[in-house]
């Protein structure tokens, strides 16, 4: 029976990431409802605005079904603005700002500089061959790890890939281009 992997569809670049897995072989659907949440294998958080994602959640009723899975161990995947909130610590955070938590980690939003800032780089990705083209936006970085946390990259010396158990986190985007090894990565999870 294929995967049904859901992308969180509130806010961000979902299309990016139902394409992405989409080519990979598995059915990816969009997720705004618990019923859509419910029909999934796995989730990906998509990278985009942190907060906003975190205040849709809630209004559509997904925060507490997504915490829920992810206590139960569903494998999800967190990219930018995912990786914040599959942080179970943010440092400069907005007022009252709200995680899904799931990983042992401290995130600093917005710690590679504003909008203005952006930048691409290669990285060495433990699990994936050969180097992968990152593209960060805006993007956080792992300031502190909890001991079941595996660092798989990273950049200006801050953990930017990581891993615990079946939650997989990204600082950047590896939704937007053609390479799909990031999410063949996350998809060896099941």
């Known amino acids: 029976m294929p995967l049904t992997i859901g992308v969180l569809a509130l806010q961000g670049d979902v299309r990016e990431h139902l394409t992405s897995l989409t080519a990979l072989g598995v059915t990816a659907i969009g997720v705004r ?5 419910d029909g999934c294998d796995g989730l990906v958080l998509p990278g985009g605005e942190s907060t906003t994602i975190a205040k849709l959640a809630r209004i559509f009723d997904l925060d507490d079904a997504i915490r829920s899975r992810i206590a139960g161990q569903m494998p999800v995947f967190g990219t930018c603005a995912g990786m914040i909130l599959l942080a179970d610590r943010i440092r400069d955070g907005a007022a009252g700002q709200e995680t899904f938590g799931g990983i042992d980690m401290t995130v600093r939003r917005n710690a590679f500089g504003r909008q203005v800032d952006s ?3 290669e990285l060495s990705v433990t ?8 593209v960060f936006i805006r993007a956080p970085w792992v300031e502190e790890t909890g001991p079941g946390v595996e660092v798989l990259a990273t950049a200006s010396d801050h953990p930017v890939v990581v891993r615990q158990g079946p939650l997989l986190a990204t600082s950047f985007h590896p939704e937007v281009d053609d390479d799909g090894r990031l999410h063949r990565l996350f998809l060896e999870g099941f």
């Open 33 to 37: 409802r618990v019923a859509e949440l």
């Open 119 to 121: 930048f691409e780089d």
């Open 127 to 134: 699990g994936v061959a050969g180097p992968v083209h990152a």
